[in-house]
């Protein structure tokens, strides 16, 4: 008698650590598939900033709205001549000045006036136009966090954002989302 | 090109001859044989895991782009010792490591075990096997380290530059050791409940590899730990972290398991503890590779999220588990005669209490790394848990198990009288007193931290005299004592008398608090190899005259662009002083943090001495009886 209690009490406990298992299991199972929550987007679907800026070697003033259509995509990539990632990246941006769906705008940041000169008629330029930076003022507008950083603007929105330089991966992601 | 197709063909081969071990195994344990083939095998398995891992190491060395694993974590102007360290330093090489040490475990263990049953043998085997297989494919088919990129990359992205340090090269491996090993003993306890053969024989046996895996497991995690206090700049050693915490938890169930099977090796009751212990440590263990390696937690040690590889290991990890589940209920018998025959004041009792308090300590550390995952999926609510959480609910039961471990040690086996009544007594009331005096001038939590540190220093005198008056008898056990009283009483005075100050600084100006005088004097600027570092140069005027000079430095990595602190830190036989700066965005101010620690090195080499309480143990030839 007590050993048959035994074995049925001994059943009971295993049936118990298996459900439990079971829903530890289904737990980390469901954990995993939204895994995305755990990495928070910053500053996605974001509407672009208001500003005004100073073009590259002129006295023009242009704005955010007179600059952004609406309609069209752009590619807004913050660069300094002292920063040494940008020289890596640069390649990748002439290689994407060569497509035409691409409008690629430059933010030059907290940089002089010939020391960029320099630095593009070295490199080459990949930008349609080139905004001017001088306090570092706009790209706080923007959230960026330094130099080299990218974003991505559709319709007045920042859809993606890149820090630091680009690579060949988010080359080919640019150029997915621009189609 | 080529080392990376050897090393993904020999995979494949290390793979075959698992399958065809598992295969011979299942024969062998029929007809109740051990055939030599077994060895030859499982020396195949070995070698064709070490080419593997060879050839990675040598694609690393020679920074060869076409290897995806190392393009995306080398360089070309890294050095040579972070390029080979590099291997480990990412989920694919550190997979292939964990399936080296497993491959070589194996091995020695079918070599060590010449004085156990074949059946045994065997049957170990296989359970490992299970294991090996489990993580071959795991490797070949979600994480393979030799996969091609075309066209070939001029040059790699660079490995994280907080993991280029000579500590955390070595972290990993010692670390995987430890978990490693928690799997031999899991087969081993497996394969001696199914036949039946726990024994005071099969005990000193399996203690062996349980105080083998104990060494590299505290190694391990002391290592990850000194890291942490230099590199990460934060001026702490332990930080509740999750990835922290998944390698406590096994390191608690195995100290527990430990004390099981010392008492095992002397009579035959706690059997369902070893088993239990067992299941859980190496459980827990693959645990912390789920949670590391799935995505589903974020920390300084997670790798590139993948949640395919988690659902592998959280479906391997489960049928462990239920596999476990069953033999466990299935075929361990417990030895119902023996169980209830020893007093309640005897060592048996106090090793029970150390396993309860382990298990709660086990529970404190559980719910707070996953309890935050559960809320989540549950109700989408995000929490996070922090020391607060761990220290209110570890520090009230310090005080009871530092007590129990300074009394446990000096009972008898089944019976026992308190000997030496006023002795003990005498100990407890110098040690209230020595830590009243310590504490007289400081003024918060008076009462709670004389406690502590009463019990704490209670625990240190009577090990420190154990270890003078038993002389040479269980010396091993009075060092770990020893240094793990030592241990608790470094922390608990580093916790109270730290100092910390934080400000901010531009250069060539100065600080002054508390008739201390900090000076920045200059930054020095100059270019390293993969990175440019910033040197501050700081002078310390302290109130009593001395002066200190302070270096901290920040690196600026270049692949990938990183910034790093370096602390400079001033080491001295009783305190340690720590100087971190840190950039603040768009000024030409640094913060700088200075922190004034006592007793760290005294911290680091008590946890030292408990490892070599673990060698001593495992060197020692017999144990007396």
């Known amino acids: 008698m007590v050993f048959l209690k035994k074995k049925m009490r001994s059943k009971f406990f295993l049936f118990i650590i298996i459900l439990i298992f079971i829903i530890i299991f289904l737990i980390f199972y469901k954990g995993l598939t939204n895994y995305s929550i755990y990495t928070p987007k910053i500053n996605i679907e974001n509407d672009i900033p208001v500003f005004s800026a100073n073009i590259f070697d002129s006295d023009l003033q242009v704005s955010s709205k007179e600059l952004f259509d609406p309609k069209k995509s752009y590619l807004l990539n913050i660069w300094s001549s002292w920063c040494v990632p940008c020289r890596d990246e640069h390649a990748l941006l002439m290689d994407l000045s060569k497509d035409e769906k691409v409008n690629l705008i430059g933010l030059n940041y907290k940089d002089r006036l010939n020391n960029a000169k320099n630095y593009l008629n070295e490199l080459g330029n990949p930008y349609s136009k080139i905004l001017v930076d001088e306090t570092g003022t706009i790209a706080i507008e923007w959230g960026a966090f330094g130099v080299p950083e990218t974003f991505l603007i559709y319709e007045n929105k920042v859809i993606k954002k890149y820090i630091g330089p680009l690579n060949q991966q988010f080359l080919i992601e640019i150029k997915s989302l621009i189609k | 090109m080529l080392s990376s197709t050897i090393g993904y063909y020999s995979l494949i081969l290390g793979l075959c001859s698992s399958i065809i071990i598992f295969y011979f195994s299942i024969i062998n344990y029929q007809d109740k044989i051990l055939d030599i083939k077994i060895f030859y095998f499982t020396f195949f398995q070995l070698f064709f895991v070490i080419i593997s891992f060879l050839s990675l190491v040598l694609s690393f060395i020679y920074s060869d782009f076409s290897n995806e694993t190392v393009f995306n974590n080398s360089h070309t102007t890294k050095p040579l010792f972070y390029k080979i360290s590099g291997t480990w330093g990412n989920h694919e090489g550190s997979l292939l490591l964990w399936q080296l040490v497993l491959t070589l475990f194996i091995f020695i263990f079918l070599f060590k075990s010449n004085n156990q049953s074949k059946q045994y043998r065997i049957l170990t085997l296989l359970f490992q096997e299970i294991i090996i297989i489990g993580f071959f494919i795991f490797i070949i088919k979600t994480s393979n380290p030799f996969n091609y990129i075309f066209p070939i990359p001029k040059q790699g992205l660079g490995l994280n530059p907080i993991l280029q340090d000579p500590l955390l090269a070595i972290h990993p491996p010692i670390l995987y050791v430890g978990y490693v090993g928690s799997s031999i003993i899991f087969s081993s306890v497996l394969a001696a409940t ?30 990850g730990s000194i890291w942490a206090y230099y590199e990460l700049g934060w001026g702490g050693f332990w930080f509740w972290d999750p990835v922290e915490n998944v390698s406590l938890m096994p390191w608690l169930t195995l100290t527990a398991l430990l004390h099981c099977v010392l008492v095992l090796e002397k009579k035959i009751v706690l059997t369902s503890w070893v088993v239990i212990l067992s299941i859980m440590t190496f459980t827990l263990s693959m645990c912390g590779t789920f949670l590391v390696r799935s995505g589903i937690l974020n920390s300084v040690h997670s790798f590139a999220n993948d949640p395919e590889r988690g659902l592998y290991i959280l479906i391997f990890l489960f049928s462990l588990i239920f596999l476990s589940i069953f033999i466990f209920f299935f075929f361990h018998k417990q030895n119902i005669k023996n169980y209830s025959s020893f007093f309640w004041l005897s060592k048996e009792t106090s090793i029970l209490i150390n396993n309860w308090f382990m298990m709660y300590f086990l529970s404190v550390v559980l719910i707070g790394t996953i309890y935050p995952i559960f809320l989540e999926v549950i109700s989408s609510q995000k929490i996070s848990v922090g020391p607060p959480f761990y220290h209110k609910l570890i520090i009230p039961f310090l005080f009871p198990f530092l007590l129990a471990m300074a009394i446990g040690p000096n009972l008898k086996w089944i019976k026992s009288n308190l000997e030496n009544k006023v002795n003990l007594i005498l100990f407890f009331v110098l040690s209230i007193f020595v830590s009243s005096f310590i504490l007289k001038n400081s003024d918060q939590k008076f009462l709670i931290n004389t406690f502590l540190l009463s019990s704490a220093f209670y625990l240190f005198f009577i090990s420190i005299r154990d270890l003078f008056t038993k002389k040479l008898k269980n010396f091993s056990q009075n060092i770990a004592h020893f240094g793990f009283s030592l241990l608790i009483l470094s922390i608990l005075l580093n916790n109270i008398f730290s100092t910390e100050i934080i400000f901010n600084l531009k250069e060539s100006e100065s600080f002054e608090y508390n008739g201390n005088k900090i000076i920045f004097n200059e930054i020095i600027q100059n270019n390293q190899k993969n990175y440019v570092s910033i040197i501050g140069n ?14 901290p430095e920040l690196r600026i990595y270049n692949q990938p662009n990183i910034v790093t602190s370096e602390a400079d830190i001033k080491t001295s036989f009783l305190s340690d002083k720590f100087m971190v700066m840190n950039l603040v965005q768009n000024q030409e101010y640094f913060n700088v943090r200075y922190q004034v620690k006592p007793f760290m090195i005294w911290i680091w080499s008590s946890v030292v001495l408990i490892c070599l309480g673990a060698l001593i143990g495992f060197f020692k030839k017999k144990n007396e009886k």
């Open chain 2, 194 to 223: 199914i036949l039946n053969i726990i024994s005071r024989d099969w005990a000193s046996h399996l203690k062996k590899w349980i105080l083998v895996t104990w060494f590299f497991l505290s190694l391990g995690i002391l290592f």
């Open chain 2, 538 to 551: 700081f002078t310390i005027e302290n109130f009593d005259g001395k002066i200190d000079n302070f270096k």
